[in-house]
C-alpha cells in the first residue's frame, strides 16, 4: 500500500510539472512576426503622441498600447539610417550597398521568416539579392509621389521630377524604361501603393504558418509636397496662425505628455530661415502659400497614420496582431532644405502631380519641436526621432517614457534576441563586422541596457558622441559640448569650461572612426551620393 501511494504521489508530481511546463511553454509565444515602419523625414514632435496637432490615431495607439522612447537616435541622412537599421552596425563600416555587413533579411530568412520590403530602397541594389523574398519600390532617394515617371499618366499633366538615378522594382524585375515607373491610373499614391503591396503579400500567405519579416519604407513625408486633396481639406486653416504658435502649442502638448521636462529641455528661440523671414515680416499671400505648405505635409503624415491603420486592421482580421512586434520610427529629423527640380510647372496647384515643393526650414524647425536644428547635422533635431515598439504577447504598455538613449544599430541585436536568429548567417559578404548595439529587450521590461561604449554619429559636417549624459558634437571644425541631463536643448555650450571632458571624448570619436574606417580622420568628410 506505502509503495503504491509513493508511485501515484510519483505519478502525480511528474504530472504537475508536466502541466507546469506546458503553462509555461504556452505563455512563451512563437517567433513573432515582424513589422518595421519607416517614415521619412519626419520630425520628432509630427505625430500626435509626441505632441503634433497632426491626427495620427493609429500610430498613437500603438504606442498607448506599447512602449515609447524619448531619446531614439538615427544617422541624421535617409541612407545611412536605412544602412544601419537594417546591418545593425555603423554607417561608417559599410557604405550605400552593405558591403561588409548581412542585413536583417539574410538573418531572419534562414530561421523561418518570409522576408518583404515594399518601398524606398536608398541604395543600388535590388532587396531581392540580398535576403528579401519580395520587393516593391523606388530604389533610390527620393520620387514624385502620384508619379514616380518622367511621362504623363493617363488623364494627368506630366510630373515635376528631380533626375536621379532612381528606378522602380518589383521583386526581381526592374523596370527598364528609362528607368519610368508611370502609374497606369490617376489613382497611384505612393503611400497606398506600397501598403496595397504588402496587404496583398499578407493574403497572399496567410495561411503558411512561417512567421513573417514586413519592412514598409514610406517615402512620406519627403519632399515633394504631394498628398490627396481630401487629406488637404483637413487641415485647412490649421497653420494660419504661423510658425511659432504652432511651435509653442507642440511644445505645451509636450510638456503634458511628460515627453518633455521643461526645466531640462526649454523651448530654445526659433532658427528663422534666411530665405523666409519670421511670421510677422510675411504679407497676407505670403502667410496664406506658407500655411498651405504645412497643410499638405500634415496631409501626408495623416495619410501614412491611415495606411499603417489599413496594416494593423488586416493582422487583426488575420489574428496575427497580438504575436507581431511593430516598430514605428523616422528616418532622421525634418529637412531644412529646398530640393533642386529638373521639370517643374510653377503654376500648378501646391500637392499637385506637376508641383514640386518641400515646407522649408521654419517648419521644419516646427517639426522637430523641441530640438535643435535639422537633418543632416548630428545635433538633437537632426539625429532623434521618435520610436514606438508594440508586442502585445510579450510587452506590457507603459504610460511612461522610456528615457535610455538608444540607436538604430540596436535594431538588429534587438530582433535577433526575439527570432532565435543568428549573426551574420546568409550573407555572402566575405567580411562582416558584429553588430554595434545591444538589445532593447531588458530596457523594455524595465532594466538597465548593458551598453559597453558610448553612441557615435557623423555625416558631412556634422559628428557627435553621446557618453551617459554628455553629448559632444559640432556643424564644422569646432566641437561643442553639452549635458544632456540638465540642456537637452543644446543651449549651454560647456566645452571651454570642460577641456577635460572635451578631448576625452574627441579621443574616443577619433579612435572610433579609425575602427570603423581603417583610416585615420582627416578633417574632412568623406563625399557621399548626392541622391535625397
Known sequence: MIKQRKVIAIVALLLACKLNLFAQI????????????LADDMGYSDIGCYGGEIHTPNIDKLAKGGVKFSQMYNTSKCFPTRASLLTGVYYQRTNPNFEKAATIGEVLRPVGYHTFWSGKQHAKFNPVTRGFDRYYGMIGGCENHFNPGFGAAPGQPIPAYKIASNRWSIDEKGIPENNNYIPQDSLFYDTDAFTNRAINWLDEYKQDEKPFLLYMAYTAPHWPLHAWPEDIAKYKGVYDGGYEAVRKARYKRQVELGLVDPKTNPLPPMEIGETKPNWESLSADERRLEATRMEIYAAMVDRLDQNIG?????LEEQGKLDNTIILFLSDNGACATDPKVDQ??????????????????NWATVSDTPLRKWKTTSHEGGISTPLIIHWPAAIKPKSSWITEPVHLVDIMPTLLSVSGAKFPVESNESTIHSTDGVSLMPVITGQKIDRKNPLFYQFGKGAA?????????????????????????EMNNLATKRPDIVNKMEAQWLAWWKDCTGEAWTGKAPREPKDD
Open 26 to 37: 504556452k505563455k512563451t509565444p512563437p517567433k513573432p512576426n515582424i513589422l518595421i515602419i
Open 465 to 489: 558622441i553621446r557618453d551617459g549624459q554628455y553629448k559632444l558634437v559640432r556643424l564644422g571644425a569646432t566641437w561643442e559640448l553639452y549635458d544632456l541631463a540638465s540642456d537637452r536643448a
Open 344 to 361: 517643374v510647372d510653377l503654376t500648378a496647384p501646391f500637392g499637385s502631380v506637376a508641383s514640386y515643393v518641400s515646407y522649408g526650414q
Open 310 to 314: 489599413r496594416l494593423l486592421k488586416r
